[in-house]
């Protein structure tokens, strides 16, 4: 009788710690995290509208009108090309016609290849230029973030973050493109060494002109 009395004891617990452990082991204290700082800022806002950032563009739309105005030549040469081919047609032999209207075409194929290819060297010319703004805003934005304490940035512009409201005091955008101006107070733009990547920024559209 004294021997199942202490078997059940035993038993008994031996279940208590069954149900005791897991308990305790949920009760452990968790990691601390911080309080969140936070800091909102503009970002392309703050590159776009910074003084290299301006400069970026400044030269994109110099190296635009330039292509522009080639194109527009080009244009011009190719219409009174066009023109003069019509008018011989009556002319000519039907063999020499065909040569020198596949000639005009091949001249015009390529010149639709080429204003392509103007038109990506200066998107690339673009991106790479913005580039250089933004990764030097990225330094100026960690440095200023630790100065305040910020732990969290958050990049509320257009289509980046879903931030409907924020106290202004923590907008920092303006303060962070000021002393970009003062690290990175212009970029010169360059000739592309690389492709644009897909969904990148894009320099103004080049048009192809009608012949004057």
Do not use: W
Not at 59 to 87: G, M, V, W
Request: glycine share 4%; hydrophobic share 45%.
């Amino acid at each position: 009788m004294n021997f199942d009395h202490g078997r059940a004891l035993v038993v008994a617990a031996a279940m208590m710690f069954c149900f005791v452990a897991p308990l305790a082991a949920q009760k452990k204290p968790a990691r601390n995290l911080p309080v969140p700082r936070i800091a909102v800022i503009d970002f392309q806002r703050a590159v776009r509208q910074s003084a290299a950032g301006k400069s970026v563009l400044r030269q994109i739309n110099k190296r635009h009108a330039k292509f522009q105005k080639e194109i527009q030549a080009t244009t011009n040469q190719l219409e009174q090309a066009r023109q003069e081919l019509t008018r011989q047609q009556a002319i000519l032999a039907p063999e020499v016609f065909q040569q020198k209207r596949r000639a005009f075409q091949l001249k015009a194929q390529k010149y639709q290849k080429d204003v392509q290819q103007a038109q990506r060297q200066l998107d690339t010319m673009f991106r790479q230029g913005l580039n250089k703004v933004e990764v030097a805003l990225a330094k100026v934005l960690r440095d200023l973030a630790t100065e305040l304490g910020a732990n969290i940035v958050i990049d509320a512009g257009p289509g980046r973050g879903t931030v409907l409201f924020t106290d202004a005091l923590l907008v920092v955008t303006e303060d962070a493109k000021a002393r970009l101006d003062k690290v990175l107070p212009d970029v010169t733009v360059t000739e592309p060494v690389a492709q644009p990547a897909a969904g990148g920024a894009a320099a103004p559209r080049l048009r192809l002109p009608r012949a004057q």
